[in-house]
């Protein structure tokens, strides 16, 4: 599967971003999705994931209550809904898949595909 995130934009402190992560090659469904970011001289970390159908989903304690991440399999979309944005939520954020779909805990070195990033910038 090929995934592409797309969304990302410069945003000041307290606005919403909307990250879409389009899907092509396989249906999404099959799929666990998962959300991580990276800043610049930081480690990848997790940011939310949800399950194939959308029943389970987790969230990165740092942006609890700030960021949905619905998924639409009939578009092959999922996305990240993320609201009152911080300075600290700037990095580049890159959505995943998880071959075991079910799953919706989900670390970074477990994610079977990758897309390219983009890139969210938050100013004060």
């Known amino acids: 599967v090929q995934l592409q995130a797309s969304g990302g934009g410069l945003v000041q402190a307290g606005g919403s971003l909307r990250l879409s992560c389009a899907a092509s090659?396989?249906?999404?469904?099959?799929?666990?999705m998962g959300w991580f970011r990276q800043a610049p001289g930081k480690e990848r970390e997790f940011v939310a994931s949800?399950?194939?159908?959308?029943?389970?989903?987790n969230h990165a304690d740092s942006v609890k209550g700030r960021v949905t991440i619905p998924r639409d399999n009939a578009k092959n979309t999922a996305y990240l809904q993320m609201n009152t944005l911080k300075p600290e939520d700037t990095a580049v954020y890159y959505c995943?898949?998880?071959?075991?779909?079910?799953?919706?805990?989900?670390?970074?070195?477990?994610?079977?595909?990758w897309g390219k990033g983009t890139q969210v910038t938050v100013s004060s």
């Open positions: 995943a898949a998880d071959s075991r779909r079910c799953d919706y805990i989900m670390e970074a070195h477990n994610m079977d595909y």
């Open positions: 949800i399950d194939w159908s959308g029943g389970m989903k």
């Open positions: 090659g396989r249906t999404l469904s099959s799929f666990g």
